[in-house]
């Protein structure tokens, strides 16, 4: 039996190889793609095209079809030469064919899915692991779930790209209860509850991370300050004060100057 995180991996190339199948006429280039904590995500830049959530409904329904095909997916491995030959057209494969030469590399996965006739139907640049066949993953374990955009490697000087995540577990009863827990979660969104109680407001000339308490916040925070001391007070502890600004003296000897001078707040 695969580990989940091996089905989950497995999903994003299904994925993949749905999003290629229900826009056909679309130049679509593959970033990075892991399972993560609670299903998995994809990175793809569709070029001009923009894609929506509407569209998720379509391909997700186009990977529930490719998973009743039973494809099997394979493994192989390319050397360098072959690699950057295959996906001599997608520059992010031979960034990362690149960087992993750099770094020592010398054999590069290549998994593809084929039909039981043996028709190749989807390849892509990985090693894995993936489960043997499709019909190993559960069709109602799974649910795509949102779009967000994320710059290619984390750097915001790169491309953004398309990122898709979905959700998947090993069956549609986790699968419900966890989406449920989600939309439990969404009623107790601080952000709810903070106007719905008035607990605290937010300014845009402040900032929206940067709430101001209210009274009922302040109590709230007061409550859990005294809460807090008496676990303390009996342990040896003792409260002291600190000023909130300092010389520059103090962040040139920790680093902070150098690296983030004309950000600090300065008095003169």
Not at 227 to 235: A, D, E, F, P
Request: net charge neutral; proline share 3%.
């Amino acid at each position: 039996m695969p580990e989940l995180s091996t089905k989950r991996h497995s999903l994003s190339h299904i994925m993949s190889q749905a999003i290629a199948a229900t826009f056909p006429d679309i130049t679509i280039l593959r970033g990075v793609g892991p399972a993560i904590d609670n299903g998995f995500y994809q990175d793809y830049d569709f070029g001009d095209f923009s894609l929506t959530e509407a569209h998720l409904k379509d391909v997700e329904k186009k990977m529930k079809h490719i998973l009743k095909q039973n494809q099997i997916f394979t493994q192989s491995f390319l050397t360098l030469d072959e690699a950057r030959a295959k996906y001599a057209g997608d520059k992010y494969k031979i960034e990362l064919i690149n960087d992993l030469a750099t770094g020592g590399e010398t054999r590069f996965g290549v998994y593809t899915n084929t039909l039981q006739n043996g028709t190749l139907t989807y390849d892509d640049l990985c090693a894995g692991p993936h489960v043997e066949k499709t019909a190993e993953l559960d069709e109602n374990s799974f649910k795509l779930d949102r779009i967000a955009g994320a710059y290619w490697r984390g750097d915001e000087k790169n491309k953004m790209l398309t990122r898709i995540y979905g959700v998947a577990f090993e069956n549609r009863e986790e699968l419900d209860a966890y989406i449920k827990q989600q939309e439990e979660a969404k009623k107790r969104d601080h952000r709810i509850l903070g106007a719905k109680l008035h607990l605290f407001t937010v300014s845009p000339l402040v900032g929206s991370g940067l709430p101001m308490l209210k009274p009922n916040g302040m109590t709230i925070r007061k409550e859990l300050e005294d809460y807090l001391w008496s676990l303390h007070k009996n342990h040896g502890y003792q409260r002291v004060w600190t000023p909130h600004i300092a010389k520059i003296d103090l962040y040139e000897m920790s680093g902070h100057a150098a690296k983030f001078g004309d950000e600090l707040f300065r008095v003169k």
